[in-house]
Nanobody, 119 residues
Framework: QVHLVESGGGLVQPGGSLRLSCAAS????????MGWYRQAPGKQREFIAE???????NYADSVKGRFTISRDIAKKTVYLQMNSLKPEDTAAYYC?????????????WGQGTQVTVSS
């Protein structure tokens, strides 16, 4: 069984920073693309950033230049460094990781961590 545990969310003032973490555990035989998504109240879940198996990164235009995705493969962990936060960044943030288990490859979601940007 695979578990993804997120941490690092919270309340921060505009212009502040937060670092999110998402650690995978369980019977994992391979890791590919690792990504972050967010969902604000009343809105659809949207793509934020990803880091591919080869290490390439992609970002949504709304966060480009402010957010940085990174990973530690040995720890099975993906990070999202968020700087210059804005009120519109307020949302529940979810990680998604492509993992190979005994059942093959599939994407797994974290439980979500709330980020609130407010003065």
């Amino acid at each position: 069984q695979v578990h993804l545990v997120e941490s690092g969310g919270g309340l921060v003032q505009p212009g502040g920073s937060l670092r999110l973490s998402c650690a995978a555990s369980g019977s994992i035989f391979g890791i590919n693309t690792m990504g972050w998504y967010r969902q604000a109240p009343g809105k659809q879940r949207e793509f934020i950033a990803e880091i591919t198996g080869g290490g390439s990164t992609n970002y949504a235009d709304s966060v480009k230049g402010r957010f940085t995705i990174s990973r530690d493969i040995a720890k099975k962990t993906v990070y999202l460094q968020m700087n210059s936060l804005k009120p519109e960044d307020t949302a529940a943030y979810y990680c998604n990781i492509d993992l190979r288990t005994g059942s093959g490859w599939r994407g797994y979601w974290g439980q979500g961590t709330q980020v609130t940007v407010s003065s």
